[in-house]
């Protein structure tokens, strides 16, 4: 299945909707909720300490909202991008979106249990195109091959992220728990990155637990490059389409931070 101007209209929409959630961020120092510059100086005037340093400056509230905007600009630009694969498996591979959900539960803190959810999962036999599913099943064959993973299995799994530099110990132990999970109910787990940012001892424990990484790269086979993935596997120019778009997705990024420094 080809994509159309509609499609990918729609796929720029949910990036840029997900980034403008950054536009109006206000740091909030501790408190439980969002404080204006008025706010904080009265805050930080009234604490001595503070005020004695200098902290209760307009320039101190610019930086923090700054600082705290870019984070927060990265975390939306990994939930666009999350939301972007999910539309893309659903119209390359003719998916409903219910067929891409996939969860396992843990024990919860107090008793009961907590479900924990993946990004996407493609189980290869709810695809309907002939060809897809070929391609699809060369291709879990070439990563298990890659991984040296035995098992046979019946699907993918994915973890969507613009990037990976967080050293969240906790963060790691769930994902590791995530890829036995995935494994024991039959699917690959695949660290999908759109950039090429990742610790290189971050990846190489998450190899160790054997998850697929793809990288951000434009060079590269489907097994190590998120966009050979999608262009050999999923037919569809990601790359392409970020590059056709770049002068709007730069200009809304700059439009974000000059309104974080205001």
């Known amino acids: 299945m080809s994509i159309d101007n509609n499609a990918e209209s729609r796929y720029l929409n949910l990036l840029i909707e997900a980034l403008r959630k950054c536009r109006d961020y206000r740091p909030r120092f501790g408190s439980g909720s969002e404080m204006t510059l008025e706010d904080f100086q009265k805050l930080y005037r ?7 340093f200098g902290l209760d400056s307009t320039e101190v509230y610019r930086a923090h909202r700054l600082a705290g905007g870019i984070t927060s600009l990265y975390r939306q630009l990994g939930t666009g991008c999350e939301q972007l694969f999910r539309e893309i498996l659903c119209d390359t591979l ?14 919860a803190p107090g008793g009961g249990v907590r479900k924990v959810t ?4 493609v189980d290869i036999g709810d695809v309907q195109s002939q060809e897809r599913k070929q391609l699809l099943r060369v291709w879990l064959r070439d990563a298990c091959n890659t991984l040296a993973v035995t098992t046979s299995l019946k699907g993918i799994v994915f973890e969507v992220r613009q990037g990976y530099k967080s050293k969240d110990s906790k963060r790691q132990q769930a994902d590791i728990t995530s890829a036995a999970n995935a494994f024991a109910n039959g699917y690959l787990p695949v660290l999908l990155l759109l950039s090429c940012q990742i610790d290189e001892d ?4 998450y190899q160790s637990a054997r998850w697929l990484i793809l990288r951000g790269m434009t060079e590269g086979t489907s097994t190590q490059s998120t966009y050979a993935f999608c262009s050999d596997v999923l037919c569809y120019d990601l790359a392409g389409f970020f590059e056709r778009n770049s002068k709007i997705l730069r200009q809304e990024v700059l439009s974000i931070i000059r309104q974080l420094l205001r």
């Open 118 to 121: 993946l990004d996407a999962k």
């Open 202 to 205: 971050i990846a190489l424990r």
């Open 46 to 52: 009234a604490d001595p300490f503070y005020s004695w």
């Open 94 to 107: 003719q998916l409903q979106h219910q067929r891409l959900h996939w969860y396992y539960t843990v024990p």
